[in-house]
Structure formats: structure tokens, C-alpha cells
């Protein structure tokens, strides 16, 4: 019998080029970041075989031929999708990746978001369980980015009532959960990723979220060793 986990398709963007961290030191692409030693695209992949999804589209950017090497020699036990591409936008590479989970359910994640993995499985048990042509976010109550996206949740059903402005319950961690049929999306485009969330609110389509208690944003150094003292990035984090 085919598991739920199974059917779930999964999608990793790491497009981004990591400005920021390279403004602090690091020299590797982005989704090569480490974080405990070990690269933030490993953790991710981790949490996505801790939750039995093997199926599983990554963007990255042209200039992370490290990365493209690094999936290579490292996802061998996966089923995966490699884009190779630079976007304008995280609203860009996420359309692309959703594109190629289509007819499918799936949950997209930012490769910058540190879980840990009993909290990414919950989120995905969490998600299965909301009505099945809605879109799921994570959700935390930690912020720590710099320019966070705040979300209002209504506690009794767990439906985003707002997103966006300068405060609310919640700030959004960079899980998303896809419905296998899609809600078609307007014929002019968004800027940013979170315009086209906000867009979703706004629009009274079914949009949930799920709170999650620990998520890291993972964009300067001082994030980096934030989620080390936490205890971030050690093997046992990944339910081996």
C-alpha cells in the first residue's frame, strides 16, 4: 500500500544567493552553508527522509556549481529534480518548483529554515490533515529574521485570518504545503514570494497554518551560530 508520505512530493528552494552570508565570511553558495558542519541542503534532504519523501525538485542558482556537485554525490537515495537556474525573484523560483509538483500534493521548504525533524514531520501529519484544497504554511512564534512575514491565526481552526503588516500571532517559516489541484494564480505576477501568500489571504482561499515551536532563518552568520547553541546540526537532530 502506497503511504501518504509516498504520494507527498517534496521541493527545496535554494536559489537565493546568499548575500548576506557572504558579507559575513562564508564563501560557499548559500545552500552550502553549515551549519553544525554539515551543509544546509543536507538538513534538508535529512528532513525530508526522516519523513519518507523521496521524490524531491530543488532549484538552485547558476553560480552554486558546488551545490549541483554536492546533490550529485550525496542524493543517491533520492528521486531528484535538479533545476539549475538564477530567478528574479523567490516568488520566480518557487512557481517553477511548484510547476513540477504538479497533480500532486507537495510541501516546499526554504533551504534556509533549520527544524528540527519531529517538528517537520508534524508539520506534514499536521498539513494532511486540513481540508484537501488548501494551502498549509509553518508557522513560528521565534523571530529572528530580519524582515519577518507576520501572520494572524485563528487559534479555533488554525485559518491565516491576515499576513503581512507589522505585527501579528505568528511569523511564517518557510514551509509550504501545496493541494494537488492548484488555485490558479492571477495573470500578472508577484515580486516576492510573500506577496503571493498575502495574495492567497486576501483572496479568501483556504490558507491554514501550522505552529511550529523552533525554526531558525538562516541568513547571516550570528543566525548560524544561534542554531549551533540551540544544538542544531549534529546527526541526531535528523532522527538517525
Known sequence: MTTAAEMLRGGIIAAGDGTRLR??????SKPMAPVGGRPLIEHTLDRFRAAGIRRVTVIINEGSDDCR?????????????????TTPSSYASFQLVAA??????????????????????????????????????????????????????DVSDGRILRLGGDGGSHVTAGLYW???????????????LRDYLKWLVDGGHKVYGVVLPLVFDIDRARDVEAAELAGFGQHENAGE
Open 178 to 192: 501545496l493541494p494537488a489541484h492548484r488555485i490558479a494564480k492571477p495573470a500578472t505576477g508577484f515580486a516576492r
Open 100 to 153: 513540477r509538483l504538479a497533480h500532486s500534493p507537495a510541501l516546499i521548504t526554504t533551504v534556509d529554515s533549520i527544524l528540527p525533524v519531529d517538528d517537520f514531520r508534524h508539520f506534514v501529519r499536521s498539513a494532511a490533515g486540513f481540508p484537501s484544497d488548501a494551502v498549509v504554511l509553518g508557522l513560528t512564534g521565534h523571530v529572528d529574521d530580519d524582515n519577518p512575514l507576520w501572520a494572524t491565526l
Open 69 to 85: 556537485r554536492w546533490l550529485g554525490g550525496h542524493g543517491q537515495d533520492f528521486d531528484l529534480d535538479v533545476i539549475v537556474r
Open 23 to 28: 558579507a559575513d565570511g562564508h564563501r560557499a
